[in-house]
């Protein structure tokens, strides 16, 4: 569509509306900001955009003359599309974008895309590098932190955009077209906003939607859902698997990870030469791998890459060795389910260091999951004397009780012996101690980098 002269109403004037609002007025088009909070406090909102351009503002109701001079909406990807305004929109004819339409309409390139319930951050990481590390014009956005729609009018021709793409963004594409696509996994989720399972696989399945013959859509072949799906898409599917091997697609025997083609098959990488740990992340980098090798990388290139990458910040990040000693950073583990994957995850004996803000959780599993791992349980915050009892309870003996992270890493520091591992995974919020997961995962490394 060309958008020039356009009438385009923007929905949410949170961060993303207002980036919406600037790229519509970068194009040439002319957009009207509306949000369905009365009290909005329009003035802020003007304060935050880029440039000088009327903008007309309407918050609560948006006037019945207004909605009629309409020639496109873009919703904010916090607006639902069942709204009755919305559905008013649809029912009036109007195109309904979202920021991940837009961006596409006014963007250049090739769009590798990537959803799931779980692992799309790392995932869309990793790729992001392999494509950095191998093309000269490569962007990195969506879900991830960086609003697609902010970079869109520095692509050319040559540019790759990586992007992250949530359920909610993908409800509102229209003509999105990834020349390779991904679903890493689905998995009850978001159902508030989707309300039934089957409409919540139906929207993560319309990353496909506008994909021809000549793209792929890389799969979990270990998903049934995707299993079935990959076998009535117009794109050809590529699967990847952890637990089999496949006859065409990307596979784990062993410690190898091996991709098989109708011609070849070809060992990518042993996964002691990742600095990624466990077979969610050995997932990841399947997919990840599939999709630059279809995207047209040389398999060196992508090698290099995926054995250079460290993790996602705070998501079992590698951070360093000391003294044969290798730290990871696993701070994202803000509940037992999290730390769960944080302690199979390590392959050498481990240090582990818990405890933090109480949510109410029962420490059992979480306990019960070390399976001879962990040699010392270390731990810190509100819940170090719940965490100690359950842990007792599970038979579980070696605890050392410290007052503050800074001592816990110390003594992880003098207990650990080379070969082992130091792990930062809480399986509790940060509050009481830090601000956030994030202000405690950065205090870990400086902790462990000023051994």
Not at 132 to 159: C, H, Q, W
Not at 221 to 240: M, N, Q, T
Not at 405 to 414: M, N, P, R, S, T
Not at 416 to 423: E, K, T
Request: hydrophobic content about 40%; proline content about 3%.
């Amino acid at each position: 569509m060309e958008l020039k002269g356009k009438k385009v109403l923007v929905f949410g004037a949170g961060k993303s509306g207002i980036g919406a609002a600037d790229l519509l007025n970068a194009v040439g088009a002319c957009p009207v900001l509306y949000d369905g909070k009365a009290d909005l406090d329009k003035e802020s909102v003007l304060h935050k955009i880029s440039g000088n351009y009327e903008l007309p503002i309407y918050a609560g109701e948006l006037p019945k003359e207004v909605q009629e001079s309409l020639d496109l909406v873009v919703l904010s990807p916090g607006v639902p599309t069942d709204l009755p305004i919305v559905k008013g929109f649809y029912d009036q004819g109007l195109p309904v974008w979202g920021e991940v339409e837009l961006a596409y309409q006014t963007g250049k390139g090739e769009v590798l895309a990537i959803t799931g319930t779980n692992g799309k951050t790392t995932t869309t990481a990793l790729l992001g590098k392999i494509m950095s590390d191998a093309r000269p014009s490569v962007f990195v956005v969506g879900n991830i932190g960086t609003p697609y729609t902010s970079k869109s009018l520095e692509m050319t021709d040559e540019t790759v955009t990586v992007a992250e793409i949530s359920s909610f963004q993908l409800e509102t594409i229209w003509k999105f077209a990834p020349r390779v696509s991904a679903i890493l996994n689905i998995t009850e989720d978001h159902l508030n906003r989707h309300h039934t399972m089957a409409e919540y696989i139906r929207v993560k399945e319309l990353i496909t939607s506008n994909q021809g013959p000549e793209d792929v859509c890389v799969l979990n072949y270990e998903d049934e859902i995707l299993r079935e799906f990959g076998k009535s898409i117009v794109p050809k599917a590529v699967y990847f698997s952890s637990a089999r091997e496949l006859e065409q697609g990307i596979f784990l025997r062993g410690d190898q990870i091996i991709l098989r083609t109708e011609k070849e098959e070809i060992l990518v990488v042993r996964t002691g030469e990742l600095k990624l740990l466990g077979t969610h992340n050995f997932e990841n980098v399947m997919a990840a791998v599939a999709m630059a090798y279809y995207a047209g990388v040389d398999m060196d290139s992508i090698r290099r890459s995926i054995c250079e990458f460290t993790a996602v910040e705070h998501r079992i990040e590698y951070v360093t060795e000391k003294n044969g000693v290798a730290y990871y950073n696993d701070s994202k583990g803000t509940n037992p389910d999290a730390a769960i994957k944080g302690i199979q995850a390590m392959n050498r004996p481990t240090l582990l260091i818990g405890g933090g803000y109480d949510k109410e959780s029962s420490y059992d599993e979480w306990i019960q999951a070390f399976d001879g791992k962990v040699r010392y349980l270390v731990l810190i915050g509100q819940t170090k004397e719940k965490i100690k009892a359950a842990a007792e309870k599970n038979g579980f003996h070696d605890v050392i009780l410290c007052e503050d992270l800074k001592e816990a890493v110390q003594v992880c520091a003098d207990k650990a012996n080379a070969g082992d591992a130091v792990l930062l995974s809480p399986a509790c919020a940060s509050w009481g101690q830090f601000d956030n997961y994030e202000q405690r995962g950065q205090m870990f490394k400086e902790y462990v980098r000023a051994l």
